[in-house]
């Protein structure tokens, strides 16, 4: 029944369903430890890292715990599990992030590198399993990727180029490792307890895809097809970048929702228009805005999404990529506040 009050869980999954929940729901990918060390005034650290052994660094109960305080100082509904497999590329660290480098994956030699954490291994999901203990109310999500994202950065985008013309089989190849991987994972994090997916696969620029529609749809389509058909909870799709000339194709995964829908190059009012009663749209507030603009612009931007997009549902609402150390607090309380004072069904 519509108003009246859910928990975070059932909000999002309402909103999911492009039904009315009891009002607009907020996720986010990333908060970034400093910025959630300012707005809950406490020591916030989310260690992202994980292990060669493929288990995170921190524990389970302790990132959900963390999270949680973000999530009750925001009002947010979504806490985060990442269950990536690895990527083989350089990595460097910046203010506590990890910063992918180059590619090491360039020819068919390369591929014994690729070892991925075994599944079946006695402990394996211990800590995701702790997590979800910690996970209360809120929506947890299990962060994955399809396949395209972690090849294009195993590969570098210099090789993955050449192979684009010279042996598209050889990112089929890598392709299918990560695709088979992560359907092995999915039916046991589903039993574990985690409420949706969430795959994070950048192929776009500013300017546009990576990659043609002819390409994505001969090769990179029919492999990412498999993994979001083999998911038994409902998939949230990622791309950063200009989404709009492989949207018609994006969407036939069947996805529940696509983030962010970039504010400065894709019109998230026209795919409402076009798709908004087959899809959830998720997020579409700008980063640099929250960056650079005044409390006031933000909850103005904030209510326009909401009464222009979310109006019948099928809205949640999520920065156009992640909370950064450079954003204002106070920016983020405005959205925060907005949210709860406009997005009321």
Not at 62 to 84: G, P, T, Y
Not at 134 to 151: E, M, N, Q, S
Not at 263 to 287: H, R, S, T
């Amino acid at each position: 029944m519509i108003n009246e009050k859910m928990t975070s869980r059932e909000r999002v999954l309402t909103a999911l369903k492009r039904a009315i929940p009891d009002r607009v729901p907020w996720i986010e990918g990333i908060v970034d430890d400093s910025l959630a060390t300012r707005l809950t005034g406490e020591p916030i650290r989310l260690n992202w890292e994980i292990a060669p052994d493929g288990t995170p660094v921190a524990s389970g109960a302790e990132l959900a715990e963390m999270q949680k305080k973000i999530c009750r100082v925001l009002a947010k509904d979504n806490i985060n599990w990442n269950a990536f497999a690895p990527i083989y590329a350089g990595k460097t660290h910046h203010k506590g992030v990890v910063v992918v480098g180059e590619g090491l994956i360039h020819s068919r030699d390369d591929l014994k590198m690729m070892r991925f954490p075994d599944i079946d291994q006695p402990g394996f999901l211990d800590e995701a399993r702790a997590f979800i203990a910690h996970k209360d109310d809120f929506c947890a999500v299990a962060c994955i990727r399809l396949g395209i994202g972690a090849a294009l950065m195993s590969m570098g985008l210099q090789a993955f180029s050449y192979a684009m013309v010279d042996d598209p089989d050889f990112i089929s190849i890598i392709l299918r490792k990560y695709a088979d991987w992560t359907i092995r994972l999915a039916p046991r994090l589903t039993e574990i307890g985690f409420d949706i997916f969430w795959a994070f696969d950048d192929v776009a620029f500013n300017s546009g895809p990576m990659f043609s529609p002819q390409f994505y749809r001969k090769t990179v389509l029919p492999i990412q097809k498999e993994v979001a058909d083999a998911l038994p909870l409902p998939l949230i799709t990622h791309s950063d970048g200009d989404m709009t000339p492989l949207l018609d194709d994006w969407l036939k995964l069947g996805q529940a929702a696509i983030h962010p829908v970039q504010p400065d190059v894709m019109d998230i009012y026209a795919i409402k228009a076009l798709w908004g009663n087959q899809i959830c749209l998720v997020g579409n507030i700008f980063m640099d805005d929250l960056v650079h603009k005044s409390p006031d612009e933000i909850t103005a931007e904030v209510r326009d999404r909401i009464e222009k997009i979310g109006k019948k549902g099928g809205y949640i609402i999520s920065s156009s990529n992640s909370l950064t150390s450079d954003m204002k607090p106070e920016n983020i309380f405005a959205m925060r506040d907005a949210i709860q004072k406009y997005g009321t069904y």
